[in-house]
């Protein structure tokens, strides 16, 4: 895939960018602070339909301004692709691909541009909470399978109401059986949505970690057996969706005291976490700084790798002030396992934490408070 | 500039109606003002005949002028025949795609958080109806959002008991529409429930 033009209005501090990009790679320079990070927010957008940052819609909106615009013209391996997506501060949206309005335009931009964001943010990945693996399972398969979203989507809904009716009962001093009467009407449908999101979850996490063990060999020298293991809150987890269905049931009658004492929904893929081993010891309490390091960067290019296996597209690379963080070799390991033709956007705050290798041919953009400064290279 | 104070107050009357925003509120304040006296008169003797004559019927709960309303008291129709919607409206529409039976208006659907539960829906006043007339068949027609989908299983196993036969409506392609335009989602579900060709 290629990104050839983006155009951004009213989106957070760009009152009106415009870039017409023709070369595989771009920095993006400038101090801290001046929106550099914002632009490829953006393009993160346009493959995952949501923001890794912003909390809601409306923080994505230019402030005082109704909508944010986002176009972009896109290169397939064998199609024009042009999409317009408009944010309004209202939280509603509106979506156009190739100039037909679509009706659902969170999920209708799924499946259509797919990149991989590779930020500071993402060495959190091994020590930081569950949600933050979570929501990383997640971006990724949005982009794989847009299934998977509408299964979330009514998963997530039907836990708020489970865990509002828990609430309520204890509020109301419902009776025992009127409860477990109204639990089971949710948690049927939590079981349906929930084994199907474990289903495709499990399935990534398979895929994936073939790819990641073999780059973490390679980055290690061949000491570092990486490992990647879905830890379930739902016990007897399994790749069959009939028997996956069985044992979430059998899970949920055995928390049903639990779930009524802590009036909150405890068993399902919104409390499962995933965990990463080296050499079979957690990496959570073991990895050092530099292992984490080599952990998520063995992560990055496997994603890049399942999605192109599996979408048949190279997506995007999407680099976040990350050579800031990553030493010499490991930069260099990065940049000789990407496909050659793969268009990589960079942030930095200075040139100089870039190797001269990626400054070849590379658009360089200056920044400096929402706005292009000049254009060398 | 501030709008005078009756303008202000008329603007946040609209405001408080469903689907209504500050602009549009303001758009039909404008236009009321503008309306002669007679017309307004007539508008508001409107609102109120509304409320006051306006009664459930004690039988199917549907809003109607007589109780029992006009569909529960018409011989011609299928007496053995039920079907469940949520709100008037969708009684409304079912009755306008030429259903025979009789209907039982539940007055929402199921949703914690918004502080409803089977209790706050016309379930007891279902089963008591149950109990008297000969009910053959009961057509849950309800929407297919997970409040729906939570409301259609809790209805089929309070009723299935009480009634040998619990359907829903079908789910599938809209009529008319073209297969490539249809969504995924709608198609799987179509492809679940497809038929035999008779």
């Known amino acids: ?377 | 500039m501030k709008y005078t104070k009756p303008l202000l107050k008329l603007i946040e009357q609209f405001q408080r109606f469903p689907g209504v925003g500050p602009k549009s509120a303001e758009r039909m304040a404008f236009h009321l003002i503008n309306q002669e006296m007679s017309q307004l008169e007539e508008f508001s003797k409107a609102i109120i005949e509304a409320k006051t004559q306006i009664k459930k019927c004690s039988i199917c709960q549907n809003l109607s002028s007589n109780d029992p309303c006009e569909i529960c008291t018409n011989y011609e129709r299928d007496k053995t025949t039920i079907c469940l919607v949520s709100e008037s409206k969708d009684l409304a529409a079912i009755d306008r795609a030429d259903f025979k039976g009789l209907y039982h208006v539940l007055g929402g659907l199921i949703s914690p958080i918004d502080g409803i539960g089977p209790d706050n829906l016309t379930i007891k006043e279902l089963i008591g109806r149950l109990g008297k007339d000969d009910i053959k068949e009961i057509i849950v027609a309800l929407d297919s959002s997970t409040e729906g989908e939570a409301t259609t299983l809790y209805l089929h196993r309070i009723l299935s008991p009480l009634c040998n036969r619990i359907t829903r409506l079908g789910f599938g392609l809209s009529v008319g529409a073209e297969l490539e335009y249809a969504d995924e989602l709608t198609l799987s579900r179509a492809l679940e429930s497809r038929t035999l060709i008779s």
């Open chain 1, 1 to 377: 895939m290629f990104l050839k033009k983006l155009k951004l209005t009213n989106f957070r501090n760009y009152a009106d960018f415009e870039q017409e990009f023709n070369t595989l790679k771009t920095i993006i320079i400038g101090p801290n602070a001046q929106g550099k990070t914002n632009i490829l927010e953006a393009i993160n957008i346009l493959a995952t339909s949501v923001s890794d940052r912003a909390e809601r819609d409306s923080n994505l909106v230019s402030w005082n301004n109704e909508y944010a615009l986002i176009f972009a013209d896109i290169q397939t391996k064998d199609d024009n692709l042009n999409i317009a997506l408009q944010i309004n501060s209202s939280g509603r949206r509106k979506l156009k691909i190739n100039g037909v309005a679509k009706r659902a335009p969170q999920a209708d931009l799924l499946g259509n541009f797919f990149c991989v964001m590779f930020s500071c943010e993402d060495l959190y990945l091994i020590k930081g909470s569950p949600s933050v693996r979570r929501s990383w399972l997640d971006s990724i398969l949005f982009q794989l399978d847009i299934k998977y979203h509408k299964a979330l989507q009514d998963y997530q809904k039907s836990v708020t109401q489970k865990n509002a009716l828990l609430k309520n009962s204890y509020e109301s001093g419902m009776s025992r059986k009127a409860l477990k009467e109204q639990l089971d009407i949710w948690n049927e449908q939590i079981i349906n949505f929930g084994s199907e999101i474990l289903i495709k979850r499990l399935g990534f996490i398979e895929e994936i970690k073939v790819v990641a063990r073999e780059f973490q060999k390679n980055i290690s020298k061949g000491n570092e057996e990486l490992d990647l293991i879905y830890q379930s809150t739902v016990t007897g987890i399994t790749s069959n969706i009939d028997q996956m269905k069985i044992s979430f049931k059998k899970s949920l009658e055995e928390s049903f005291e639990k779930e009524i004492a802590r009036g909150q929904s405890v068993i399902g893929p919104h409390r499962d976490d995933l965990t990463f081993l080296i050499n079979e010891k957690e990496a959570k309490s073991f990895a050092s700084q530099g292992q984490q390091r080599s952990i998520v960067l063995a992560l990055k290019l496997s994603e890049l790798k399942v999605i192109e296996h599996r979408k048949g597209e190279i997506p995007v690379l999407l680099l976040d002030d990350v050579f800031a963080e990553l030493d010499e070799s490991r930069q260099d390991f990065l940049l000789h396992n990407l496909p050659p033709n793969i268009q990589t956007f960079i942030t930095t705050t200075h040139i100089s934490d870039i190797q001269k290798e990626l400054l070849e041919n590379a658009k360089v953009i200056k920044i400096e408070s929402g706005k292009v400064l000049n254009l060398v290279g």
